[in-house]
């Protein structure tokens, strides 16, 4: 099992995630982000610059009440990261069900 050993892999995998979740490409506002994944600032904030300077998230800013607050959304690339990530998952959880689970009980819930 290696996905969730590092906690900013498995904040990038959550911000992926949520930008992804209704299947179109929308901004949203980092510290709503933040707040909805109810991460701390210094994972979620780390896995935001490693997002965007890998290409996985584009953003801007956009004013609000005099203050340009930073907005992000995914892009093709993070859409194939995210993929990723939910392939490790399903690994991984499968792993975590042959240890914790009683074997019947495994087999059945897949």
Known sequence: MT???DSQTAAAACILALLCEDGTRIYLPSRAMQERLNLESEPFDQALQQLL???ALEGCEWPY??????HYRITGIG???LQGYR??????REELDQLLLPSGFAASVK
Request: cysteine-free; charged content about 35%.
């Open 87 to 92: 392939e490790q998952w399903r690994r991984d």
């Open 79 to 81: 859409r194939s990261l």
């Open 3 to 5: 996905f969730w050993r």
């Open 65 to 70: 009440e005099g203050m340009a607050l930073p």
């Open 53 to 55: 300077s890998s290409g």
